[in-house]
């Protein structure tokens, strides 16, 4: 009889120390998706940074190009000397002055004055904001929402899922371009909505 209720304690404690063994892999588990998500969004971002940050770099390196050329430019007039000519008599500036003459009314047309140029410079608008999904499941949750042509760059939502999720959503804060921008996505069984700074985002064709 003893050596029954030995086993049968044995075993009771053997099965306890079974489910506490596979809660502990399942929660180690679980804390490395976690942690693996919050890294690819710490890249994410950073990525979305040092764009900016080259953007900026080559916005001031281009004004600074053309201050370079200007002072060259002042020198190279300056040194530059117009040629002396000798003087004409009134006779001589007439023959070499062309005139045209308006063969209808007879007029004189003066060709001393410059033609006025006009220069139409095109400014190409701002590209349209839209948003694509990455790793969908079976029931159109998908894993990322890359939002392209915000003002930060290309900016990558992660939505941290499993293949049975119906729906879910977050939003939050992104900085960039001297202000801070907010978002929101929301899934549902496939329908998405997306917003940037109170805008609608479309969806990418």
């Known amino acids: 009889m003893k050596a029954f209720i030995f086993c049968v304690c044995f075993l009771g404690l053997s099965f306890v120390g079974m489910q506490i063994f596979v809660k502990m892999r399942a929660d180690e588990a679980a804390a490395r998706r976690v942690a693996g998500a919050k ?75 410059p033609p006025t140029v006009r220069s139409f410079e095109k400014r190409s608008a701002p590209r349209q904001m839209y948003y694509t999904t990455v790793d969908v499941n079976k029931i159109g949750v998908p894993g990322r929402v890359i939002i392209h042509n915000t003002p930060v760059g290309n900016y990558t939502v992660l939505l941290i899922r499993s ?30 909505s997306v917003s940037w700074d109170g805008q609608s985002v479309p969806p990418g064709q």
Not at 81 to 86: D, N
Not at 167 to 190: D, S
């Open 39 to 113: 890294k690819a969004a710490r890249q994410a971002e950073e990525a979305a940074k040092r764009a900016e940050a080259e953007a900026e770099t080559a916005k001031k390196a281009a004004p600074q190009g053309e201050e370079a050329k200007r002072p060259e430019a002042a020198v190279e007039t300056s040194n530059s000397t117009p040629p002396k000519s000798s003087p004409a008599t009134p006779a001589d500036a007439s023959a070499q002055m062309p005139q045209i003459v308006n063969a209808a009314r007879g007029d004189e047309i003066d060709t001393t004055a």
């Open 163 to 192: 293949s049975g999720t119906l729906g879910m959503g977050g939003k939050g804060t992104a900085r960039g371009a001297g202000r801070t921008y907010a978002w929101e996505v929301q899934a549902n069984r496939g329908s998405i």
